[in-house]
């Protein structure tokens, strides 16, 4: 199983959990089953036709996965997942 870590803003949608243990054997697979046990997460995580939304970052045991094979990347037991929103602002 790999762990996938949630944001604090998203964590209310999630049961209030910090870790989430899903299984997959690829990133995609591992955000479906995050989303089938949580559903409430869908509208933060993807677009209306599915499509990971462009300000959530994902990475893979700290590799940004869009520098891998995206959602495609392979996923083992013991991988880490961490969701990290896009924060916009400033000065």
Do not use: C, W
């Amino acid at each position: 199983m790999a762990k996938i870590h949630i944001p604090t803003p998203l964590r209310q949608y999630a049961g209030k959990q910090a870790t989430v243990e899903v299984k997959g054997a690829s990133v995609a697979d591992a955000l479906s089953g995050l989303v089938a046990a949580h559903p409430d997460l869908r509208r933060h995580l993807y677009t209306d036709d599915g499509k990971l939304r462009a300000f959530v970052n994902v990475y893979l045991n700290d590799e940004d996965v869009r520098y891998l094979q995206k959602e495609a990347t392979a996923v083992k037991d013991g991988d880490t997942i961490s969701i990290v929103p896009s924060i916009a602002g400033g000065l």
